[in-house]
Nanobody, 116 residues
Framework: QVQLVESGGGLVQPGGSLRLSCAAS????????IGWYRQAPGKQRELVAT???????NYALSMKGRFTISRDTAKRTVYLQIDSLKPEDTAVYYC??????????WGQGTQVTVSS
């Protein structure tokens, strides 16, 4: 059973930065794609960014500029760097890993709260 564990969330002031981590129980290059999603209270879960097994990255249009997805294959970890945090970035951030197009796994999420 694949396990994904997110960490790095917390309470941060507007303008601050956070780096979220998604640690996988197996080699991350075995997944077709790993992505970060977020879900704000009362809203649908939305895509933030993805990284493929080849290392190609993609960002949702509204996320370009302040979000950076990266990985460390030796640590089996995918990161999401968030800069210039805004209150509207407050959400639970989830990691998703697609082993196959029809087989995906979710982590439990990590809470990010942006508030002064």
């Amino acid at each position: 059973q694949v396990q994904l564990v997110e960490s790095g969330g917390g309470l941060v002031q507007p303008g601050g930065s956070l780096r979220l981590s998604c640690a996988a129980s197996e080699s991350i290059v075995s997944f077709l794609v790993i992505g970060w999603y977020r879900q704000a209270p009362g809203k649908q879960r939305e895509l933030v960014a993805t990284i493929t097994s080849a290392g190609s990255t993609n960002y949702a249009l509204s996320m370009k500029g302040r979000f950076t997805i990266s990985r460390d294959t030796a640590k089996r970890t995918v990161y999401l760097q968030i800069d210039s945090l805004k209150p509207e970035d407050t959400a639970v951030y989830y990691c998703n890993a697609q082993l196959l197009p029809t087989r995906g796994y979710w982590g439990q999420g990590t809470q990010v709260t942006v508030s002064s």
